[in-house]
């Protein structure tokens, strides 16, 4: 609580490690954190999130944008398959893509359907290096509350979707998250096999192309096995051979589709 009585809320948190605080509100937010160790150790894993993220996507972020991309048309198009106004919408989406994500952002020459797969892949990669690597607390609920976060994501998503199910081929369920991508809110589920080996399924509804085939997307870490169906896209990440990724892939293409 503030001197004036307003409560500290969790976007004045987010706020605070972002470095974007009000000043008048950073005392209070301070008080609480010393007042409330449990929310301040949540607050300090956040912030160590936010820096592997960025430490995962910086050799990337670092790339130039080829001369040969066209991006003005290209935000056009997304746009267009977006249904925003062009004149509303263009600066902002011009410096994403100018900034942190310009560097991958479309690579080469690819086709506007192509990159929308790209995009998603690489949000789903970064938030795969994220989370796994959190040994503490690598999801939000865990499997004891598989149905509660099944209907915290499909509320979030506006898109009814459940932790698929992989135990046949020797993934036991973990529990999962929402993660934050540029589009709006995402499913994480996560998954792990007697080995340790982690294995997430991300779930991201697009307002774009209506269906798109498998595409391998391969990383420095992990590699992953996305598609699109019906406006929603869905990526397999993990450190495991492509075969094995597809395979799994296609069995969560089976229950989630």
Known sequence: ??????????????????GQLEPEREAAVLRYL???????????????????????????AAEPIPARLG???L????????????????SVLLAFALGGAGGWFLRGGQSPQAAVITLMAQQAVANHVVYTAD????????????????????????????PPDLSAN???YMGGRLAATSD???????????????????????????????QQVNFEQ????????????YTVVGKLPPPELRHIAELVRQQLG
């Open 1 to 18: 609580m503030s001197d004036t009585g307003q409560p500290v809320t969790e976007e004045e948190l987010h706020a605070w490690i972002d």
């Open 34 to 60: 010393q007042e409330q160790p449990d929310v301040a150790h949540r607050v300090t894993a956040w912030r160590d999130q936010r820096e592997a993220l960025r430490a995962a996507l910086s050799p990337v």
């Open 71 to 73: 991006l003005e048309r």
């Open 75 to 90: 935000i056009q198009q997304r746009l267009a398959q977006r249904r925003v106004p062009w004149r509303a919408a263009a």
């Open 135 to 162: 040994r503490r607390r690598p999801t939000e609920l865990g499997a004891q509350q598989r149905d509660d976060l099944a209907r915290w994501v499909s509320t979030r998503l506006n898109h009814q979707v459940a």
């Open 170 to 172: 020797g993934y036991s």
């Open 184 to 214: 709006g809110p995402a499913g994480l589920f996560m998954y792990d096999d007697p080995h340790g080996v982690r294995l997430t399924v991300f779930v991201l509804p697009l307002n774009a192309a209506a269906s798109m085939p498998f």
């Open 222 to 233: 992990v590699d992953g096995c996305a598609w699109v169906e019906k406006g929603v896209g």
